[in-house]
């Protein structure tokens, strides 16, 4: 018997006011893998990957994570506000906007969700919290408030708050996209490490050298479809289609 | 005997009506923030069930001289069959008027909130009453200490108003006193050194926030 | 409740209406003067009304009501209820006003008076041509916006027995028996002033962020 899938996404359709976002897209993502996302603006990434977290509802279609569906409770009801905050609690997110809470120091960003969403104790989530802020190299940014750190700064505890909650997978969303061009490469560094630790990532990204060197899997989304779906060298060497081709010319002229 | 000296062998009244009168304020300014804070928690969400009626219910206190509605509840009231003391229609009064206040000046605020912060804190697994008490009702107190602080002020001012419905408060003591021994204009500058106490103390409160708000990059608003 | 009694609570709107517009006539110029002598920055003066305008703002008009209804004739001073209505309203929206003012005259720019000086303006001219029309514009939301606040605190009169349009509901309930009915019709007047004057608020707002531009 196969393992089961970190990700599994079978079927998904969503539309907005009548439109189809996303159509009947499938992909599914093992334990350990790091999967990108490419395609250009307006394609669907984004909301592929917040349909994973339910931040947005696929009209068709289910989503698995470690084989248990989200947003669907096991009677077919939808889930309970409860039910579902568990299960985005097994997911970690990484926003274009970095999203910190700008009331509270670093240290307490990153210990938030562990002290009232799992309960963790004070002690127990600060040495967590430590833990992940010296691998993202923030440690000594702690008792600093966001506004005085600059954007890869933010970035970095960021995903340090994300992997507070010991996430099965880790969800980015251009993650570098509002980052001036001399701050990308330390956030791109932190995500890299987490690649070698065999952290399960998806990554909507638009740094095509960086997706190249950390993806197993590479899909491209075309207006909501998944067109392509292959391993990165295959994927930046030998696309299938001419639209992955003109999209690659475009966008990474050097690859 | 001098009026002040007058004034003195009566410092009980006064310090009663102060008493009465800080007694009045810090209940109803507790109570009415927390109705004000209520309200727009029932205002979360993408299309709240309450909407029409909070809206309706804030725009029309604010359209309303305090009294009228404390003459309602103590006044009024007692013909529709129920009936308290001019203490509890006060306090009731109070809180329901400034609570309308209170969630309009944080309703405001939360408007102008960049919806990625809530997303940042569902995506994380905060229920919804805990990512507001966590997460957005802390920022719009740190973003409004100043209206807050202006209507928290007002509130204050319009305890003197339920002397008129027989609340013996710090005016009513003012009152009373300058009608005994004929010293309004003793009694009353005692009165009115009161309430700019207060009122002082209040702003210096508001300052302290601030100070806490400086430190996490919130200008005042 | 029949006509009669409709007929005192529009005596009581009335009542409302001319003793707060008479304190805001007044309170809007002479929150105007106040300003100017604080922007003039005159020693001791200066001081003096910023103690006036802090305590002012700290009073309830409650309590300024029945200071100088109670006060006046123990120095003399006979005053009719009316009269010292409206100086106790007079009294405290000045402050409020004193303030809005000065913050529009603090946030005006200096270079028009260059410029204005420049092509041979008097400073009165420059005062009354350019710059008090701009400052009134700016100005204009706030004070009316302060208009409703001095009409929502107007009922202050009524501790010295002025019969306005709050207490006239205790003379018709004392004839009807039932409170009720004459106070939800005060409630109902109420909101027509307040919403006409949030009304002209929107208009004056929309008047001086064209100015903005
Ligand atoms: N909440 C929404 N309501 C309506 N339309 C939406 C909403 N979110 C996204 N869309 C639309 O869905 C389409 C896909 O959006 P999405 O954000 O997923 O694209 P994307 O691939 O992430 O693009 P980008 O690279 O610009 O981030 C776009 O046409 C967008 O306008
Ligand atoms: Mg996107």
Known sequence: MPETAAVSIRNLSKSFDGTEVLRDVSLEVQPGEVVSILGSSGSGKSTLLRCINWLEQPDRGDIRIAGDRIGVSDSGKPMSRRELAGMRARLGMVFQGFNLW???????????????????????????????????????????????????????????????????????????????????????????????????????THEMEFARAVSDQVVFLDKGIIIEKSHPSEFFENPKTDRVRRFLELEAPAV | MSNWDILWSSYDVFLSGFYNTLKLFGLSAVLAFLMGS????????????LKVPL???????????????????????????????????????????????????????????????????????????????????????????????????????????????????????????????????????????????????????????GRFGAKRGFENA | MDSSAWGLLIQGAWTTLWISGISIAIGVVMGLLIALLRVAKIPVLHQLLGVYISLARATPLVTL???????????????????AGIIALTLNTTAFNAEIWRSAFNNFSKE???????????????????????????SLPGLVNEMSFLIKGSPAIAVIGVVDLTRVTNRISAVTYDPLPPILAAAVLYMLIISLLVWLQRLAERKASRLAV
């Open chain 1, 102 to 204: 700008p009331h509270l120091s670093v240290l307490r960003n990153v210990t938030e969700a562990p002290i009232h969403v799992q309960g963790l104790s004070k002690t127990e989530a600060d040495e967590r919290a430590m833990a992940l802020l010296e691998k993202v190299g923030m440690a000594d940014k702690r008792e600093q408030y966001p506004y005085t750190l600059s954007g890869g700064q933010k970035q970095r505890v960021a995903i340090a708050r994300a992997l507070a909650m010991q996430p099965k997978v880790m969800l980015f969303d251009e993650p570098t996209s509002a980052l001036d061009p001399e701050l990308v490469g330390e956030v791109l560094g932190v995500i890299k490490d987490l690649s070698k630790e065999g952290y399960t990532m998806v990554l909507v």
């Open chain 2, 38 to 49: 209520a309200m727009v928690f029932l205002l979360e969400g993408s299309r709240p069930r």
């Open chain 2, 55 to 209: 809206r309706i219910f804030i725009d029309g206190m604010r359209m309303l001289p305090f009294l009228i509605l404390a003459y309602l509840l103590y006044y009024g009231l007692p013909s529709a069959g129920i009936r308290m003391s001019a203490w509890t229609a006060g306090i009731i009064a109070l809180v329901i008027y400034h609570g309308a206040y209170f969630a309009e000046i944080l309703r405001g605020c939360r408007a102008t909130f960049a919806q990625g912060q809530v997303e940042a804190a569902i995506a994380q697994g905060f229920s919804q009453p805990q990512m507001f008490m966590r997460i957005i009702l802390p920022q719009l107190i740190l973003k409004t200490r100043g209206l807050l602080g202006n209507q928290l002020i007002i509130l204050l001012k319009d305890t003197a108003f339920l002397v008129i419905i027989t609340v013996r408060e710090l005016t009513a003591a003012a009152s009373s006193l300058s009608s005994t021994y004929f010293i309004p204009m003793e009694a009353f500058i005692v009165v009115i050194g009161f309430y700019w106490l207060i009122s002082i103390g209040l702003e210096l409160f508001i300052k302290m926030i």
């Open chain 3, 65 to 83: 009501v029945l200071f100088i209804f109670l006060t006046a004739p123990t120095m003399g001073i006979n005053l009719n209820r009316n009269v």
């Open chain 3, 112 to 138: 028009q008076r260059e410029a204005a000086l420049a092509i041979g303006m008097t400073p009165w001219v420059y005062f009354r041509r350019i710059m008090l029309p701009q400052i009134t514009i700016t």
